[in-house]
């Protein structure tokens, strides 16, 4: 079956699932994209459901610290997630309290 086809399929069924979006950055050479990573199950009275996965997910592995994604334009593995506005807590207040002001003393004699 081509993608055209299983998507018309699908489209034709009652769906459960859904697809995350993630934008994506190489941090090596700037290029961005938009990866759509989960599961789509079309179900019919009848017949074989019908599941469809996209991506995978993208996460460094706990112990190496190797990521799986890679850039298709350089082929750098340095490629982050794009976290939208949307994804950043407002709740978490702004603070200077940690902020520290250095003054040096130019006036001083040496001895």
Sequence with gaps: MQIAEVIKEIDERRKTGELGRK???CAHCGTTWVELVGLIVGQKEGAEDLCLRVGLESDNCQTCRYRPLECR?????DVYDIMSAQGISEKVPLSFKGIK???????AKAS
């Design 23 to 25: 934008r994506v950055a």
């Design 101 to 107: 002001k250095i003054t040096r003393n130019t006036d």
């Design 73 to 77: 334009e350089c082929g750098s593995k």
